[in-house]
């Protein structure tokens, strides 16, 4: 009976006011904006707009309000130990539960940064369990963002942890799923879609470029044919003519491209998700000045590939690349990143929106603050596109309707009987 009257029941009505919105194709802001939110999804949004009877006011005061971030380079599995080796410790050390649990802490403190969805680039030898954490997520079983997975990831043999065994040792875990020729390749690709995966991630150099040319080729075949994307992590700017030349649908990483390179990205309309955020993450924790100094480096030729590839119209979009507890929930690090290398404040902001929606493939969904899309937003209380950092500093959150995070609104109107996040 209470299910037959609960399906009966009018849909719950959210009207979300603050002082302004930021429309990320314009690129202004509206003033005075009212969201209506029905269900999960927005049904209308604009200035001053009426607010329906019955419907639960969440006012956001002077706050601005965006849609919800999305960050395109996420390793959610991954919780790395910050020392020499801590990669191939982890691996050896931590069981698949233990694993998936972190995968869950992770979740929660990326939604909670503001990132309602994220495209979570290989799960660094953790099996399927970014498959169940995104089928958790959507249960309502655990707290995160909308997570679109790799699973496994893809590498040449050798060329991808773990590194530095002795010969002798055999059947240790591996990073990702490790192919030698076309037919393996293959195979590893049909049995990554075959468990879920939606999309694949492909290692195409490790310092030099490693798998060929046709193993690319045979990959992102068989994930075109599943109408799925990959993402390939490639850095040289030889990997990145091989891997546009086979097909890829984005660029992860790219920090060696030169001109021709990033041309080629360009004229394909792949992505570029340049990850220059992580330099600085590191640079901050590192007490070594010789490791200071070669990571500084990193990132000046890192960030002069980004102002080239924003320069020559090459479609970035943004992700963060966290491995480790401290850099987990820091993926706006990223964003003030990218403006340090040369992106506009509107341009960084779409990177993280609409930009990065359409590389994830939901841009029918998220990324922007219009009817039918999810009602999935953040705040800060600042100016965002004068002082991007702002974003670093999320004071409320909603994923599908439901709010998250809330450091904003007075308790009085806030709904104590709301259901739990999904």
Request: charged content about 25%; proline content about 5%.
């Amino acid at each position: 009976m209470a299910q037959t009257a609960e399906a009966g029941a009018p849909p719950r009505i959210l009207a979300v006011r603050a002082a302004r919105m930021l429309d990320v194709k314009s690129g202004k802001y509206v003033a005075s904006p009212v969201i209506l939110i029905e269900g999960e999804r927005i049904v209308k949004a604009g200035s001053g707009l009426a607010v329906p009877e019955g419907a639960e006011v969440v006012d956001l005061g002077t706050a601005t309000v965006l849609p919800g971030l999305i960050d395109c380079h996420t390793h959610l599995m991954a919780r790395w130990a910050e020392t020499p080796g801590g990669y191939e410790q982890g691996l050896l050390t931590k069981s698949q539960a233990t694993r998936a649990l972190e995968g869950a802490a992770n979740a929660r403190a990326t939604l909670r940064a503001g990132f309602t969805t994220v495209r979570d680039v290989e799960n660094e030898g953790s099996g399927y369990a970014d498959v169940a954490l995104r089928d958790a997520i959507r249960q309502g079983l655990v707290e995160g963002p909308r997570m679109r997975v790799s699973t496994r990831g893809i590498a040449a043999v050798g060329a991808y942890h773990p590194f530095g065994v002795a010969p002798e040792v055999k059947d240790l875990p591996t990073g990702a799923q490790f192919v030698s020729g076309v037919e393996e390749a293959r195979r590893a690709a049909r049995e990554q879609l075959g468990q879920g995966a939606d999309l694949l991630k492909v290692y195409a150099d490790w310092a030099t470029p490693t798998l060929t040319p046709d193993e690319l080729r045979v990959i992102i075949e068989e994930a075109h044919k599943a109408r799925r994307k990959v993402a390939v992590h490639a850095n040289t700017s030889e990997a990145i003519r091989n891997a546009i030349a086979a097909g890829a649908d984005s660029i992860e990483h790219g920090h060696e491209a030169d001109r021709a390179a990033l041309e080629a990205i360009q004229k394909k309309g792949a992505f570029l998700v340049p990850t220059v955020g992580i330099f600085e993450a590191m640079i901050e924790r590192e007490s070594n000045e010789a490791s200071r100094r070669r990571l500084e480096e990193r990132l000046k030729g890192a960030r002069k590939m980004v102002a080239l590839a924003h320069q020559l119209g090459v479609k970035i979009a943004a992700g963060f690349d966290a491995s480790t507890a401290w850099q987990q929930g820091r993926n706006a690090m990223e964003l003030v990143a990218l403006q340090r290398a040369g992106l506009p404040p509107v341009e960084v902001i779409r990177a993280a929106t609409s930009r990065a929606a359409e590389l994830v493939g939901l841009q029918e969904h998220v990324g922007t603050l219009e009817p039918g899309r999810y009602g999935d937003l953040v705040a800060v209380s600042g100016d965002p596109r004068a002082d991007i950092t702002e974003l670093q500093r999320v004071r409320f959150v909603m994923k599908g309707g439901v709010v998250v995070r809330d450091e904003l609104t007075p308790a009085a109107v806030k709904d104590s009987t709301a259901p739990a996040a999904k």
